[in-house]
């Protein structure tokens, strides 16, 4: 990784990840999450605090040093154990049937293949275990989408590869999950073309 991936990017991650607004969209994501967990993309540890008390560990991927090492203070604070194991979403490290739950929070938008990362979730997840996640992603509405086509290399080049297009809750289904729950909505603090939502709990077959 350069400077920037290593060291800039982290940071402006952790200052917009950890906007007031949300804090409501992490509660809700991290609800019914239990047992052995593995969140992709974990970053610099917004999560933690909304960790419910029937998670009985965490397994953290996360490919950059710099976003572990500013979630050093949320993890002395948490009584859930949590242990950095993987740095890359499309190649998980352990053995099928391996957790109970997954959570991705804004992290497909940027796994170069979201198709190989959603098929290792699925991997590594128990038959019944249940996905959970919240992402931005293509808007609802043409007008939108045709504003994120445009502006998604600019968003790329600018937010380490993070795309605004993508279709979550297809790729999702796509990738054999059967989808339970799903919120698509617009965040109101975020201009349309980026706050376009899903938020939803998949179950693997």
């Not at 909304?50 to 950059?64: M, N, Q, R, W």
Request: aromatic letters at 8%.
């Amino acid at each position: 990784m350069g400077i920037y991936s290593e060291r800039v990017l982290p940071r402006i991650i952790d200052v917009a990840c950890g906007l007031p607004v949300n804090e409501r969209l992490r509660r809700r994501v991290c609800a019914g999450l239990r047992d052995r967990v593995v969140e992709i993309g974990f970053g610099s540890g917004h999560n933690v605090p909304y960790y419910p008390e029937s998670v009985k560990s965490v397994t953290a991927v996360e490919p950059a040093d710099g976003g572990w090492r500013l979630a050093a203070k949320r993890l002395a604070q948490s009584s859930i154990p949590v242990q950095r194991s993987g740095l890359d979403g499309q190649s998980l490290p352990f053995p099928d049937n391996s957790f109970d739950a997954a959570l991705s929070t804004w992290t497909l938008c940027t796994i170069p293949e979201m198709s190989a990362a959603l098929a290792e979730i699925r991997r590594v997840l128990v038959p019944g275990g249940t996905f959970h996640f919240v992402e931005h992603g293509l808007a609802p509405d043409a007008k939108v989408q045709t504003w994120q086509h445009r502006l998604n290399p600019v968003q790329k080049t600018l937010f380490g590869g993070c795309n605004l297009n993508r279709d979550i809750a297809d790729a999702v289904e796509q990738a054999g999950f059967e989808v339970r729950e799903l919120d698509r909505f617009y965040e109101e603090s975020a201009p349309k073309f980026l706050g376009s939502q899903y938020l939803g709990v998949a179950v693997s077959p």
